[in-house]
């Protein structure tokens, strides 16, 4: 059974940084992708950053060029380093992974505020 344990998430002021880390329970190349994905109040979920097995990293629009995506393969963890926060980046974030012709897995979430 894979699980999925996300930290760092927090009270910060707009202009303000964080970093998510997601723990996983087995070695994180053994997934095809793993990301992060967001939920806002009243918003569907969607994918804010992944990386695939090879290296491979993919960022929604509105976080290119202040969020970054990476992993450290001795801890069998992923991290999300949230820079320049903005109010719109407020949201629950989930850690996320995939292995082929597997239902995805989640984490239990945690929460950012970025207060204007």
């Known amino acids: 059974q894979v699980q999925l344990v996300e930290s760092g998430g927090g009270l910060v002021q707009a202009g303000g940084a964080l970093t998510l880390s997601c723990a996983a329970s087995g070695s994180i190349f053994s997934f095809n992708a793993i990301g992060w994905y967001r939920q806002a109040p009243g918003n569907e979920r969607e994918s804010v950053a992944t990386?695939?097995?090879?290296?491979?990293?993919n960022y929604a629009d509105s976080v290119k060029g202040r969020f970054t995506i990476f992993r450290d393969s001795t801890k069998n963890t992923l991290y999300l380093q949230m820079n320049s926060l903005k109010p719109e980046d407020t949201a629950i974030y989930y850690c996320?992974?995939?292995?082929?012709?597997?239902?995805?897995?989640w984490g239990q979430g945690t929460q950012v505020t970025v207060s204007s």
């Open positions: 990386i695939t097995s090879g290296g491979s990293r």
């Open positions: 996320n992974a995939k292995r082929t012709f597997q239902n995805p897995y």
